[in-house]
């Protein structure tokens, strides 16, 4: 059996992993779904001083205080951001980390930088817009489906998303996790594919991948939620990482 430590995206909280979590601990595993300072029902902790450094700070605490020993850990897209950090903290207290829909950012690199530049923008302009000038709003549905896909998502998971979604903290996409051990953690690492588009795809696959260490790719067609659109399929999936 496992410990996982499931790391939500942007926007969300712990609870998004609910349907995952509990097919993990139904096959015996110790699951933790810790919320990031700023989001879910931390968001009134969060402001401009939030980034990725906090969030590395909450799960370096969380694996730390939990006395959490040989963690799966399993972060979903802006999650790239903060893995490796707590890599480069707890390298020791884990056995490997699953990056869903997203492939982690090397030392010195803001996850802004990756947007498409009309998106960071229009991003930019919602923060200053609508969200004090430090929170980036959650989009509208059709934003969401036609930035990064909700393919498979029911009627219930999208009105837990449109219910339970809060603004993120924006400075969690201007600044950067600096590794002090440099861009390899290590330990296995796992990409799951899902809405990601064939290019990326292949990119990091290839000869000029900017991935280092030992890597498995393991596709799970579906939407960029997939533990809302397909949450037995990535419970089985998880379980097959890592030997967990």
């Keep these: 059996m496992a410990t996982f430590v499931l790391v939500p995206g ?8 609910r349907s995952v979590s ?38 370096a605490g969380v694996l730390t205080y939990e006395g959490l020993e040989d963690v799966v850990l399993v972060g979903h897209s802006y999650a790239s951001a903060v893995l490796p950090g707590v890599a480069d903290r707890c390298r020791e207290r884990l056995r490997g980390l699953v990056y869903v829909d997203s492939a982690p950012l090397p030392s010195g ?26 929170a980036l709003p959650v989009p509208d549905w059709e934003d969401l ?14 009105e837990l998303m449109t ?6 903290p924006w400075s969690c996409y201007t600044r950067a996790v600096e590794l002090e051990h440099g861009n390899d953690p290590g330990v296995p690492q796992t990409l799951v594919c899902c809405a990601m588009p064939a290019p990326q795809r292949d990119f990091f696959r290839g000869e000029h991948s900017p991935l280092v260490g030992d890597w498995t790719f393991r596709d799970l067609p579906t939407g960029h939620w997939p533990m809302l659109s397909a949450p037995a399929d990535l419970a089985t999936l998880l379980t097959t990482t890592t030997d967990a």
């Design 22 to 59: 509990a097919r993990l601990r139904e096959a015996g595993h110790a699951v933790h779904t810790p919320t990031l300072t700023g989001l879910g029902e931390r968001r009134h902790l969060g402001g401009p001083h939030t980034g990725p450094g906090t969030h590395v700070e909450d799960l």
């Design 109 to 134: 690199m803001a996850p802004a930088e990756l947007l498409p530049a009309g998106l960071r923008e229009s991003f930019a302009e919602s923060v200053a817009r609508d969200g004090d000038g430090w």
């Design 10 to 17: 942007a926007w969300a909280g712990g609870w998004i992993w």
């Design 163 to 168: 219910l339970l979604q809060t603004p993120h």
């Design 145 to 158: 489906t036609r930035t990064f896909g909700t393919a498979g998502i029911d009627a219930a998971g999208r």
